[in-house]
């Protein structure tokens, strides 16, 4: 049974992370002018309202896009992703303040209609919503189906595109599911781009595939990088993560880490 909601974190110092690289890979595939097919294997529901009860009780967007934004959004010195994911956000909030747009949201709104977004979502409650914040994109398939399931098909077909893996890592497992999914997929798809997502932990868990993602570097592909924002100290004693991490495949070769922990570490 899923129990994960993602609006009880939406816009913390991850989703901040997540969604810098997202925006920058999905940037770097329309500059090769081809269309680009788009997978996300753990959508979430799109669209968060901050104001909600569900957001308001960890207000974790606060020390996330909030701060990030405040500090941010005068800079004079902002790359085109951060521009483009400050002006994302600022727009959503024109007609009503307190929304954060998801992955899935972010993904349709950078897409052509030329291109083709496919959104896996298992939650019963987190896909109607989804539905709904994403009506607007005909260019977009909903599939209440697993992500890693998906990702298969879609590797067979080996398009041009990517894929972004979110997962809440709510069972030990997943972290090892991740990493034999994306060796398998890569396998098939050797050109397209992987975003996967990890959460610092004090219990070390992401270690296991962290060394698994160096040692595919050998193996598939020289393209890999892992970046980790560390935020506070690991063994600070405080429950939570201390720390976001991404290891991007196929991917545009930049990094956020010096501007994350700069502007988010917590003090
Ligand atoms: C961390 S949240 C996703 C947040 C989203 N990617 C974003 O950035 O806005 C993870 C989501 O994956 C869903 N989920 C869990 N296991 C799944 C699976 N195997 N396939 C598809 N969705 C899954 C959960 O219900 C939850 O909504």
Not at 185 to 192: N, R, S
Request: glycine content about 8%; aromatic content about 8%.
């Amino acid at each position: 049974m899923l129990s994960y909601q993602h609006i009880y974190h939406a816009g913390n110092a991850a989703d901040v992370q997540k969604h810098l690289w997202l925006v920058s890979s999905l940037q770097f595939l329309k500059k090769q002018k081809r269309p680009v097919t788009w997978l996300d294997t753990h959508a979430g529901r799109g669209l968060y309202d901050l104001s909600c009860k569900e957001a308001q009780r960890l207000g974790e967007y606060k020390t996330g896009f909030r701060t990030y934004r405040d500090k941010r959004q005068h800079a004079k010195e902002l790359d085109d992703a951060e521009k483009t994911y400050l002006k994302l956000v600022a727009d959503l909030n024109q007609k009503r303040r307190g929304l954060y747009p998801g992955s899935a949201l972010i993904t349709a709104q950078l897409l052509d209609k030329s291109d083709k977004l496919a959104l896996c979502e298992l939650h019963k409650g987190e896909i109607e919503h989804l539905k709904k914040a994403l009506a607007p994109y005909k260019n977009t398939k909903i599939h209440k189906q697993s992500g890693y399931d998906l990702l298969s098909d879609i590797a067979r077909q080996a398009p041009s595109g990517g894929v972004l893996i979110d997962p809440s890592y709510e069972v030990k497992s997943e972290y090892e599911q991740v990493l034999q999914s994306v060796t398998n997929a890569l396998a098939l798809w050797p050109t397209g781009l992987f975003l996967i997502w990890y959460p610092l932990l004090p219990a070390g868990h992401h270690m296991d595939i962290v060394k698994g993602f160096q040692s595919l570097k050998t193996s598939y592909t020289q393209n890999i990088q892992i970046e980790e924002c560390q935020l506070r100290p690991a063994g600070s004693g405080e429950r939570g993560l201390y720390g976001t991490g991404m290891i991007i495949i196929n991917g545009p070769k930049t990094s956020f880490r010096p501007l994350l922990e700069t502007t988010l570490a917590f003090k």
